[in-house]
């Protein structure tokens, strides 16, 4: 079981053997926990105590408008793009502002603070509008409307590419540039494409997972990965990453301990390697340990770690190489967690697999690990988009409207409440 081995070294400032000490607050947050590279456990009490008392406060606080007794009502809101972490969220508006919620014990969620919020609240109220934006760990990342890159969050280890290591609660800007046209966050690291399709990356680099070949150690500023340009569809979780190129051939490099890189071993890569050779490939996304893509054809591909199914295979055995999941063909975007996955499909039905212990799946009845993809929303409805975190799914509907479900123990569901869990689909609510 390798359960606990997700948290990889993201989850904690002195993760990595070599990597320097976390900052104080690093032995606070529940989601963090040490790692040796391989299989370290969780240690029992790795979670502070639960205060009942605060906990009843601070969901009465969240329930009630100020002064008054009635729930508060749920104001959605429309967006265009979605990013999430671990156990927080982010959209970017279609007016393109910035929204977050969920964990924020480290400032993830930009908002000035170490507060979870269990609706989404606007970053930087009024003072930018944003392109893209993507979550970390305990970081997050995100363009802005002139091309400019912006950082908040955890930084140990240099992620947030503003050439320290100081922690920022509020979005720091990453060099002058103003030419960033993707970002991408993994576990203590992060990567860009630049206009042309240069491929930069910063922070952590225990496994090879900024691409600079022979070069080891953290990077605080954004480095340029080899000389190819015309890199798009960039993706990162956990310490590795994958990218397509201009001739649709998928590339992966970093972390390789279970296989995820999909090259038919276990050796970490420090520099990107072909996968599927002669394979032409549309999107890729990955969890922490395994990858899913999807061929220009429509068809769906998974390979890594498979112990509750998140490979989608209808099989328990995990993979090194690119496995076939199904037969359908009309596959238009994937989206792994933790241990499950979500895919939409040209119809814009919704379908996820894998891990359901905590509702992540968005479906109801059966059993609760589900082995091959499954329908997750009403068939009505129709999905534009889906992201998934550490047991928690977003996505945003044909409306605009953002929605979602599983683990809530932080409010990275958004409904309102800190409900541990919300097991069925429901609306992201406004907080401001």
Known sequence: MKRAAFLLAAVAGAACEGDPAAPADATTAPDQASFDGATQELAPDASPALDVADVATDIADDLRDDGGDAPRPCETFTARALGTGWNHALAVERAGALRAWGANGSGQLGLGDNTDRARAETVERGASRWRAVAGGSRHGCGIREDGSLWCWGVNVHGQLGTGDTRDRTTPGRVGTETDWVEVTCGGLHSCGIRTGGSLWCWGANPAGQLGLGAETG???????????????????????????????????????????????????????????????????????????????????????????????????????????????????????????????????????????????????????????????????????????????????????????????????????????????????????
């Open 218 to 432: 953290d990077r605080t500023t954004p480095q340029r990965v080899g000389d190819e340009v015309g890199w798009r569809g960039l993706s990162a979780k956990a310490r590795f990453n994958c990218a397509l190129r201009p001739d649709e051939s998928l590339w992966c490099w970093g972390d390789n301990s279970d296989g995820q890189l999909g090259v038919g071993d276990t050796a970490d890569r420090r520099a990107p390697v072909a996968v599927g050779a002669g394979t032409r490939w549309a999107q890729v996304r990955m969890g922490p340990l395994h990858t899913c893509a999807i061929t220009t054809d429509g068809a769906l591909y998974c390979w890594g770690l498979n112990d509750y199914g998140q490979l989608g295979t209808g099989v328990a055995e995990s993979a090194r190489t690119p496995q076939r999941v199904g037969v359908d063909a009309d596959w238009r975007l994937v989206s792994g967690g933790f241990e499950h996955t979500c895919g939409v499909r040209t119809d814009g039905s919704l379908w996820c697999w894998g891990n359901n212990e905590l509702g992540q799946l968005g479906v109801t009845g059966g059993e609760s690990t589900r082995r091959a993809p499954t329908r997750a929303l009403p068939e009505a409805r129709r999905v534009d988009d889906v992201v998934t975190g550490q047991g928690h799914t977003c996505a945003i509907d044909g409306d605009g409207a953002v929605r979602c479900w599983g683990d809530n123990a932080s409010g990275q569901a958004g409904s309102g409440e800190r409900a541990p869990t919300r097991p069925t689909p429901g609306a992201v609510c406004g907080g401001g």
